[in-house]
């Protein structure tokens, strides 16, 4: 089985009622990048304002984006659930050590993770900044702690070639 199949299925990410179709698009591009394999969200904020194609890159195609009623009971089997949000007594990112299968649930733009959801969580996170970033940004520091912090990662010149635009061809000399 290669890395990146590895990786795929060990990354699911939760949205908790999500406002914004810009965020929502931004963080399937996220996905894609990161390779998550499928992202859950509640409430249906999102839903109202799907209309407005935000996934530039088309990650949808690729990663599964899915309503679900109860963000706990999307949780796939055998992934830790591990909130990210500013919540008293969370972890600082930093600190943090991934489990190999997690699902990431974060807060929506104007709120926060509902108390039972942060109860059943196996680790609570947040991302030490002076005030809160947005959605997307969120979820792509997450999900590049998780990479950076992967000693297994796949990198180098060939991850570059497959990951660059096709009107980029330069090298460091």
């Known amino acids: ?8 299925r060990k990354v699911s990410i939760g949205l908790t009622n999500p406002k914004s179709p810009a965020n929502v698009g931004a963080v399937l591009r996220a996905a894609g990048c990161y ?3 499928q ?5 249906t904020r999102y839903d109202y304002a799907a209309k407005f194609h935000t996934d ?9 984006l899915q309503q679900s009623p109860c963000l706990l009971q999307a949780k796939p089997a055998g992934a830790k659930l591990i909130c990210v949000d ?12 991934h489990p190999e299968q997690a699902y990431y649930v974060f807060g929506p733009e104007d709120g926060t993770i509902e108390q039972g959801i942060i109860d ?5 996170v947040y991302v030490p900044t002076k005030g809160c970033m947005n959605l997307a940004a969120s979820v792509n520091v997450l999900l590049y702690d998780r990479l950076a912090k992967d000693l297994n990662r796949n ?9 660059r635009d096709t ?3 330069v090298k460091v000399r």
């Open 167 to 169: 009107n980029n061809k």
């Open 35 to 37: 390779q998550a394999g």
């Open 155 to 163: 990198q180098g010149d060939d991850l570059i070639k497959a990951s």
């Open 120 to 124: 059943a969580a196996d680790a609570v």
């Open 1 to 8: 089985m290669s890395k990146e199949s590895r990786y795929v």
């Open 56 to 64: 530039t890159k088309n990650a949808s195609q690729n990663v599964p």
């Open 39 to 43: 992202i859950f969200y509640s409430g």
């Open 86 to 97: 500013l919540v008293e007594g969370a972890v600082p990112l930093p600190e943090f050590e």
